[in-house]
């Protein structure tokens, strides 16, 4: 009896043992990503108060999805409020309380959106820099022109952090907590096509869709999505898009409305892509025409 007691403290103790260990290792090891510092060479961009700079970058801010995040005013709003997996807070982007402008160089702008990097040279949680890395000095420029001219907002958020679910899945690859690290921030700046109904321009417009849409626009699970978000669409011509028309996509996603007469899942940013221009919409379906057919899954 005394001795079947004491195998089951041995036994007991050290699955806690074991526990405990794999908790500490998880934290330490997440932790140093969080904790890494980088030193990038910024680049500067044209910023203006010229009237059609302000009004492109206002225009960029809600197609790329900005606001979608930063919320319309752009003053942040909490993104994820799980304590297991993580507590996210889109930064307030105005000059108000709680807002980073006041602090903010023209410098740090970019560093932040275009390399997912702080001023203090840590990494950005769940800030998507990978999907901005490309756009062209022009834009982010217009961008950061327009976000300098928001009316203040008071708007205190707390700090963002990640619980140890969300660790674990950050560091099994399941949740892309770290743009930073998905960059290569020493890597020529990709040429950038312009403005025109091309496959080449649509590609440029439609790097916003990858990120949920995946990187052969194929579909499948949203990475880092919560469980009740459906599967993204294929876009590719093996997905529903082979019967639509051009004038059936683009009426698509001004209404929300597909061909067949359902709506959106919530989770499709459709009204960001609404605020795009026809020649910019042509450009997307031009281009999603133009993928290999891929079916969904492979
Ligand atoms: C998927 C959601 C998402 C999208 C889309 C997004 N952001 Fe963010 N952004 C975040 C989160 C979350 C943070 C805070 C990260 C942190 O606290 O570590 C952040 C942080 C930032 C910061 C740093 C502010 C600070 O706290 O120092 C800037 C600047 C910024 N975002 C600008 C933008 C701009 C401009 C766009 C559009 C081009 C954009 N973001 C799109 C989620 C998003
Ligand atoms: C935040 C994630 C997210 C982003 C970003 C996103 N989508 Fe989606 N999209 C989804 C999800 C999830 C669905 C499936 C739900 C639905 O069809 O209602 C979807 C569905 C679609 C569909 C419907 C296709 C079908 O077969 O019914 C189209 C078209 C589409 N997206 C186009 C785009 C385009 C173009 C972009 C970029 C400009 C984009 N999406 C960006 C998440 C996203």
Known sequence: MRNAFKWIVITVGSVIGVVGIAVIAV???SQRHFDQSYDIQVASVPISQDSATLALGEHLVQIRGCTDCHGP????KPFMEDPKIAMLYASNLTSGKGGVAPNYTD?????????????????????PSQEFFFLSDEDLGAMISYIKTLP????????SSVGPLGRVLFLTGKLPLVSAEMINHEAPRPEVPPPGVTVEYGRYLALGCVGCHGLDLAGGRV???????????????????????????????RTGVKPNGEMFN??????????MTDLELRAVWKFLKSLPPVEKGS
Not at 73 to 76: H, V, Y
Not at 152 to 159: N, Y
């Open 223 to 253: 990475p880092g999505a919560p469980p009740d978000w459906p599967m993204a669409a294929n876009l590719t011509p093996a997905g529903n898009l082979k019967n639509w028309t051009e004038a059936e996509f683009i009426q698509t996603m």
């Open 73 to 76: 005013d752009l003053a942040g």
């Open 152 to 159: 203040p907002v008071d708007r205190e958020l707390p700090r």
């Open 266 to 275: 919530a989770a499709m940013p459709w009204q960001n892509v609404a605020a």
């Open 27 to 29: 934290f330490v090891l």
């Open 107 to 127: 410098e740090d702008w970019v560093r932040s959106i275009r390399h997912g990097v702080r001023p203090d040279g840590k990494p950005l949680l769940f800030m």
